[in-house]
Nanobody
Framework: VQLQASGGGLVQPGGSLRLSCAAS????????MGWYRQAPGEQRELVAI???????TYADSVKGRFTISRNNAKNTVYLQMNSLKPEDTAVYYC????????WGQGTQVTVSS
């Protein structure tokens, strides 16, 4: 199984970005896909995850600003990030859990003026 993430970049405070992550290989129908992030000197933390059945979990710090969605037919998960803040700056990692946790490569998100 491989995860390919895209969509990171540099954005000004208050701006928006959309991350995408496509999973390929042997994907189970019941799984959890989502996003974690890791800022320099910090531990990796959960941002948002979504089950194949549509149940979502968000970090308190992103509730109301970020929206996770997925296309099960394409094994793809998205993260719409609005009202970005400098503290959202981090490497964002896509994840897939299906009995084991699989990580994608990170994509850098930098929020700065």
């Amino acid at each position: 199984v491989q995860l390919q993430a895209s969509g990171g970049g540099l954005v000004q405070p208050g701006g928006s970005l959309r991350l995408s992550c496509a999973a390929s290989g042997s994907i189970r129908s019941i799984n959890v896909m989502g996003w974690y992030r890791q800022a320099p000197g910090e531990q990796r933390e959960l941002v948002a995850i979504m089950t194949s059945g549509g149940i979502t979990t968000y970090a308190d710090s992103v509730k109301g600003r970020f929206t996770i969605s997925r296309n099960n037919a394409k094994n793809t998960v998205y993260l719409q990030m609005n009202s970005l803040k400098p503290e959202d700056t981090a490497v964002y990692y896509c994840s897939l859990w299906q009995g084991i946790l699989i990580w994608g490569q990170g994509t850098q998100v930098t929020v700065s003026s």
